[in-house]
């Protein structure tokens, strides 16, 4: 015969009496479940009980299961619950997989190692120069002289070090260093801002002796002492004989704003990185040029705003100088015009003073000299274009040359007056021979005489050198950089915690805090010695009213 099974059924109406069923080989036996009484004796419940009462039923065979359709429901069963039990393992394996992977995330010392490698990258950027063309790269690392025996240009173009700040090694570090920062708040700051915020009441004069500070008060009340703390500044809850306070909750927000505040700054540096546009122009004075004309991209989220559309006019560019002749600021005045030919904004910029407008910023970062205006024994004047020549150092030095009308234009060594100058306020020129003739500026409107010919400078025309710039992450980075100096002195608030028991006429005192510990223990003794003085001086006002009474 098969082992029993038993199965819970609820039948009121038949009695708790054993009895044998009627079909072959099946009994069942009605056991009432209430709790036995008086001693542990089983009351037996008659037939015909006006109460209902729960039974178990035991089988000593299994009831007979349907023909149609119960193997079928059997299987099914059987499939559902397969595979709920997979589908348990599987959920029960990603949650420790989830677990683990926070657990390495949030580690210090791997954090540490990730801003440590993100700074030396910056430095490096700095020492390679950023966005030159590969020839560049080629001339200054050659691969038959490598750089400190190794380094050549593969080792720059590959990685993306030409452009640091945007390749991948230095965006998936940045990357790796903000899921560190969440992991390390959603492992660790989040639940300890919780255990601050819980109200933790004690009941146990041992556990409170065993905090950092613990003192003892005779002859007081957690009244008394709840009175004074709370006029140091602290949140007094008491439950019954004990008391909970603190202050200072806020040291225990900052390290999440720490964390949010560096966020920001990596999501506003990749957004910089990856969202810019820039471009670099020299325009001669007088003439013009369309933004988006020099605009580059500079990363795959760069898009293209409507202010590109804007023409930029040079109205005039000038120049101011030291008393030694060396130049010591350079001016350029702008006006923007938009589609309809209209002056939306006008500004003279120089130096560290850009122009800023609809999310463009104009750098004033470079100056040239574009043309030298001169006439010859009365005619003109003529456009001269004034060629850069190179030089050893920083110094600029530009020239140009006027060919004389007796030249024959089929010899190659055509003969003419040449002129040379280092800025646009003094012009040196040579005869046919190259023997030097004088010195002009162009603001003298005096004449020379060279070979026979009357020349007169009339002018030197400028360029500037502007950059332009679109940079969608700076407000973010600004903001997060705020938001770093703002959390970081709010983290160094003290989060003090404060425990008490009255137990009887006595008080037991203790507590703890994270920062300041030797200014928290001054603190508690001076709060304490209130307590006493405190004491007193309710007593003296209770005499004074016995006493009016």
């Not at 800023?356 to 205006?373: C, E, H, M, P």
Request: charged share 20%.
């Amino acid at each position: 015969m098969p082992s029993p099974t038993s199965y819970l059924l609820l039948n009121p109406s038949k009695p708790s009496s054993f009895r044998r069923l009627s079909a072959p080989r099946l009994s069942r036996f009605h056991v009432s479940c209430d709790a036995p009484r008086g001693g542990g004796r089983r009351e037996v419940i008659p037939a015909g009980a006006s109460k209902a009462k729960k039974q178990i039923v035991f089988f000593d065979a299994a009831p007979p299961v349907s023909q149609e359709g119960g193997g079928a429901v059997k299987k099914a069963g059987s499939e559902k619950l397969t595979q709920v039990g997979s589908g348990n393992a599987a959920l029960a394996l990603l949650r420790r997989a989830t677990k683990r992977t926070l657990s390495v995330l949030s580690n210090l010392p791997l954090a540490i190692s990730e801003m440590f490698a993100i700074a030396a990258l910056m430095a490096l950027g700095t020492v390679i120069d950023q966005g030159e063309a590969p020839s560049y790269y080629f001339e200054k690392f050659p691969e038959d002289n490598p750089v400190f025996g190794f380094i050549t240009w593969r080792w720059i173009l590959t990685p993306g070090f030409d452009h640091m700040f945007s390749s991948p090694v230095f965006l998936g570090l940045l990357a790796l260093l903000a899921t560190s920062l969440m992991a390390c708040t959603y492992t660790t700051q989040l639940p300890m801002v919780k255990v601050a915020r819980r109200w933790s009441f004690t009941h146990s004069g041992e556990r409170i002796r065993k905090q950092e500070f613990a003192d003892s008060l005779p002859q007081a009340s957690i009244q008394d002492l709840g009175v004074i703390l709370m006029g140091a500044g602290y949140e007094v809850f008491t439950k019954g004989p004990s008391l909970y306070a603190f202050k200072g909750l806020a040291g225990r927000y900052a390290p999440i704003g720490v964390h949010l505040a560096m966020l920001f700054i990596m999501a506003g540096a990749t957004l910089s990185a990856t969202g810019s546009f820039k471009g670099s122009v020299d325009v001669p004075q007088g003439l013009n040029f369309v933004i988006g004309d020099v605009m580059k991209p500079r990363g795959v989220l760069s898009v293209a705003p409507d202010v590109f559309n804007t023409e930029v006019h040079v109205n005039r560019f000038y120049m101011e100088y030291y008393d030694s002749g060396e130049v010591s600021q350079f001016y350029s005045d702008l006006s923007l015009f938009n589609l309809d030919g209209k002056e939306v904004m006008r500004k003279t910029i120089k130096v560290n003073d850009p122009l800023r407008y609809g999310g463009v910023t104009i750098y004033q970062t470079d100056w040239g000299f574009s043309a030298l205006q001169v006439k010859k024994n009365g005619e003109g004047p003529f456009n001269l274009a004034m060629a850069p020549l190179k030089l050893n150092g920083d110094k600029k030095l530009f020239g140009t040359f006027l060919p004389l009308e007796d030249s024959d234009s089929s010899n190659p060594n055509v003969k003419g007056i040449s002129m040379l100058a280092r800025d646009l306020q003094s012009i040196v020129l040579y005869d046919q021979d190259g023997k030097f003739v004088g010195v002009r500026r162009p603001s003298s409107k005096l004449p020379i005489e060279i070979n026979g010919n009357e020349i007169l400078i009339e002018d030197a025309i400028g360029s500037t050198g502007l950059d332009l710039k679109t940079d969608p992450g700076v407000p973010i980075v600004y903001a997060g950089f705020g938001a770093l100096m703002l959390t970081t002195c709010i983290s160094y608030l003290s989060h003090s915690q404060i425990w008490a028991l009255q137990d009887g006429s006595t008080v037991v005192v203790g507590g703890k805090t994270n920062r300041a510990k030797l200014e928290f223990s001054e603190e508690m003794n001076r709060l304490l010695d209130k307590v006493p003085e405190l004491i007193s001086a309710d007593e003296n006002l209770l005499d004074t009213k016995s006493t009016a009474t």
